[in-house]
């Protein structure tokens, strides 16, 4: 069995990272960034989603498969929002309420 | 019958052939799974999305009467638990069995405190009436033709992070679990499986929380300034 | 079968629907045909004679696959793009139509004339004349649905639908509710008069009950006390109403909307989602105050300020891109 | 029961005894008995709820029962057929039983996840039974709100449990399917011999890992609105009821190809058995199960075309719904194909598999029509859409069902049905069934909405052959339940491959032993290759 034992340092520093960045997305959350602010938030929380993937949970050394799976959960999230959100905001492109 | 009995490991159930094959099967059955949960909260971020695009003032002023301190506090503390979480997969890996189960109760000790601030957060919610659907339910700041509004942030925070902090109790049990198991010496470092798929659990319920807090406590705080 | 018949030609666009619904089932036809005639001429001539049996095993064949794909779906656009021409014209009303107000609850139907006729589970039309009805609900889902006419809309509580048709032939035509919605959904039933214009003025003439609906809207604006705050002059600390329906609005932050149904809706009932520039957000919310249908007359009277009012546009409810920024 | 020609060799029926070893089973056989056993049960639930809408419907005016009856009625009705008997009923019957048989597995990858599904469907079914015994439930199977959380005063969420638990079944038996297939295949057992059963139950179950979540957390949410009274959707406060819907579909639509996919699976393996042929286009037929599935996903929106969706929206809607419609027109033209030239016999399950090609090519046209936006104005909520998913669910996912019944019925029990009965029943289902629905497609268009328990006088004569169909299918519906108990301890003795078929289940004896083959089954060529069954020695009968 392939096992790949990561060093504490290794972990030591992905946890570092996301402690700064948690007081970084906090930090920025005060500044006024008009409509980034949210781009901001969303940006620094995928990236510690990534961190944590990646790293805590081994999908750096995971197989093609689980990639597949996870990027296929994230695209199917992606669906649900993005087909939904394509309804709520073209309401009223017409001009005529309720269409 | 006889080519069936494995005696390989002990640990190789019947309907499989070896114990790779096993824990092949845990794993992906564990990340397939994690897919089930992404959309099972997928569905409240999409009408979290929808209501807040559509009612940006309320949600902003909801959002920044919430508790950041109270916010931050708990990711770290929850960052700090996966992180345990992952010394305690990673002495598992290396077959300590000290450690796995030292590692195991540091991070059941931060997940404790975790809800703790939630509970003491949620109770705080009460005595501010932002409670949704209750009577007395008032939001300083908030027109009065939108407290309706502010109410669909609360029901949302509330049945986002009640949800949340059920996956953390779950999580909690898998975690005595582990913990009375390697106790017990039953991980070694050519089967610890089950410390490694509860440890993608509880990771993932760390990154559900990674999103809740920016979304919950964060985005328009800035407008707090001109609100508060 | 009392209205069989009658059920064709009822409308401008009946023939329409009828014509995309003779292609797709000459389409579907010809598929179900084929596919019936093929099984069942295979199956009788390739029948197992003796049970060694062993047919040759053929694997596939690129060229027909591709046909088999590439023809159905061709035929599949025809449809979309018929079908969404259709439904297009379906979803937008003609600029002269005749404005009638609906308001659904469990479970019955309430209807408003623009000159205060008020009907229930009835409705009195002139013949060639396109109507366009602005609906909302007071409880739950229902569905505004005259078969004849071929066409439908959901009435969703919360914010105005709309749906219009062009009768074209006199009689009395089926109205449904067909939306799910209670014990007695399938007796919100009620009746559509398409009437000559003789008799339609005849109806007419039968007698408002009440003033018009502007009429109605503008008592109900006194007895309110809107006219204590929105003076026609515009002094105080109001905007005058005057000229605004149709018109385009500036809104604290810069975005703007045009004023219609909708937007004087929400208004009234959630003063604070829009705010005019230049203005504070001290008009209090009447939702509660004034039923939908006073809601109706309200925006009838605001629309009788305005002497020429515009189109009609944007904003429903929970409304598009216009989010209120400050 | 069992004679003793069959007791002398021990197989997973006669392996242990007693109502523990059933109930404390692993087997995934035993399983599959059991959900048999439950979801039939629920058909016959489900099908009393469609008599009394069919007697109801008999005259106008609504005297039979109720309207607060006649909801309940098509509610549970629906409730019933739709989560508890049409969505377990292939994947948890059929594909329980023989998906790791056919691809030589000992049994799924998670034995006790799969007995939990079976505990989680029962546990579910219960809280749907108790609801509709204290006073049933009135909103539909769709559950619209406002209705369902502020207006309907009934069990609303005594049901909503039962869905959100049995939802939990359907979830777990589809990730154990996938995994299974992924981690489980016998040496020499490639994706490209898998038998095309086994593509369509990994394409269902993606389906329904992806999908029921989002239900469950609907369910979630209207269950908060209703029980703690906040706002969710509540338009009062500024909530959004299409919201609902878009998460509501978001599952349903694709829901309806977990009730199709594995149907469509089993008349592969029919079609190529009764014709030894090999299925027309293997591969095509195998990546169309994945394109329904994965297009399935993009279409929800075509259920709300009347719901003041943005039109915008509903363009891009209808646009894919057609899309998705191009993988199941491959696969009825490839099933066709392989007939060509086939040695073609008409045991029942191919009586059936014929009935579904043809029942289902009606209702997927039909579906197109109502894809089609200005035609689906008219005849949403009407019989149109009644009739509709009757002829896919009824008459494709149903037949689908019995044909497989049929199929497999000598490898579950050991023992033949009664050919001749079979065949008549089929006969009767399928005369039934088209008295049954093809007069509501003419309703719908004439204007007649659904969940209308009184209706005007002038659609009484297609209402009255619509419910003698229903008696006709009734019968044929009662027929199989009859001879198939039958069948149990007076059938001919099966024996391993009893329609020359070359599936690895028909390798094994019938029934199978315990672990499915006595010695882990090496694949050396790919599925539906009969000159390896037909040249050596058919047993036939
Ligand atoms: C198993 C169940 C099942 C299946 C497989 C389908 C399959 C399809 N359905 Fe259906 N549908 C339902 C069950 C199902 N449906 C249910 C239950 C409802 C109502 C829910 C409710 O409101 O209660 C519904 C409602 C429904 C609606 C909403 C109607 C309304 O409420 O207004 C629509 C609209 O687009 C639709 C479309 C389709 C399409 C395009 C397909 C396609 O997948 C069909 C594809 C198949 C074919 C096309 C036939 C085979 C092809 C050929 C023979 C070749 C020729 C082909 C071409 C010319 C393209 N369905
Ligand atoms: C798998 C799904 C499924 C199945 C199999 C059926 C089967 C049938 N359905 Fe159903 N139906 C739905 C799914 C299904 N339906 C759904 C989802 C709805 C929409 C609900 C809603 O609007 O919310 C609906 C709605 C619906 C309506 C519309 C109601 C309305 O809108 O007002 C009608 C009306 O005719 C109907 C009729 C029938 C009939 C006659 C059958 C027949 O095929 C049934 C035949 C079976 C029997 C008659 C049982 C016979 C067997 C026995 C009785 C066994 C006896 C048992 C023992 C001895 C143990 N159904
Ligand atoms: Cu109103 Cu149905
Ligand atoms: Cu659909």
Known sequence: MTQHVDSVKTYAAVFIALIILTVVTTAVAFVDLGPFSVVAALLIACGKMLLVALFFMHVRHSTRLTRLVLVGAVLWLGILIAFTLSDVFSRGWLGVPGR | MADFAH???????????TAEQQKDASTLGMWIFLITEIMFFGGMFLAYTVYRAEYSYAFAVASSSMNVYFGAFNTVVLLCSSFTMVMAVRSAQLGLR??????????????LAFLGVKVFEWSEKFREHHIPGMAGFHLDGVPPDQQGQAQLFFSLYFAMTGLHALHMIVGAGIVITL???AWKGKYTAEYMTPVDIGGLYWHFVDIIWIFLFPLLYLIDRHLGRYIL | MGNFLSLFLQAALTPEVDALTAFLVAVSAFFTVLIFAAIFFFAVKY???????????????????IAWSVIPFGLTMIMFVWGADLFFRESRPPDNATQIYVVGKQWMWKLQHMDGHREINELHVPVGKPVK?????????HSFFVPAFRVKEDVVPGRYSTLWFTPTTPGKYHLFCAEYCGTNHSRMIGTIYVMNPEEYQTWVSGGAPMGSLAEEGGKLFESLACANCHHADGSGRCPTLVNVFGHQVELTGGNHVTADEAYIRESILQPNAKIVSGYQPIMPSFQGLVTEEGVVELIEYVKSLSPKPGMPSVTNGIAAGTVPHR | MITAAVQEREHYL????GLKSWLLTKDHKRIALLYLFTITLFFAVGGVFATVIRIELITPSGNFVSSETYNKMFTMHGIVMIFFFLIPSIPAVLGNFFLPIMIGARDLAFPKINLLSWYLLVAGGLFAIFAMLAGGVDTGWTFYVPYSTGYSNTWVIATAIGIFIAGFSSILTGLNFIITVHTMRAPGMTWFRMPLFVWSQYATALIQVLGTPVLAVTIVLVFCERFFHIGIFDPALGGDPVLFQHLFWFYSHPAVYIMILPAMGVISELISTFSRKRVFGYEFVAFSSLAIAILGFLVWGHHLFVSTQSIYAGMIFSFLSYFVAIPSAIKVFNWTATLYKGSISYETPMLYAFGFIGLFTIGGLTGLFLACLGFDVHVTDTYFVVAHFHYIMVGGAIMGYLGGLHFWWPKMTGRMYPEGWAKLSALIIFLGFNLTFFPQFILGYLGMPRRYHTYPAEFQVLHVLSSAGASVLAVGYLLPFIYLMWSLKYGQIAGANPWGATGLEWQTASPPPKHNFEKTPIVTHEAYDYSAVIGSEVEVG
């Open chain 3, 47 to 65: 029948r197992r004679r003796s049970e060694r049996e062993l047919p040759e095993p053929v694997h596939g064949n690129l060229p027909l696959e």
């Open chain 2, 179 to 181: 913990m009375y198991f």
């Open chain 2, 7 to 17: 005696a390989e490991s002990l640990a190789v159930r019947e309907q499989f052939d």
């Open chain 3, 133 to 141: 009805l602005t609906m909302t609900s007071e409880d739950v889902i």
């Open chain 2, 98 to 111: 000290k450690g796995t189960v030292v590692y195991l109760f540091l991070t059941l000790i931060l997940g």
């Open chain 4, 14 to 17: 006669n392996e242990s005894y």
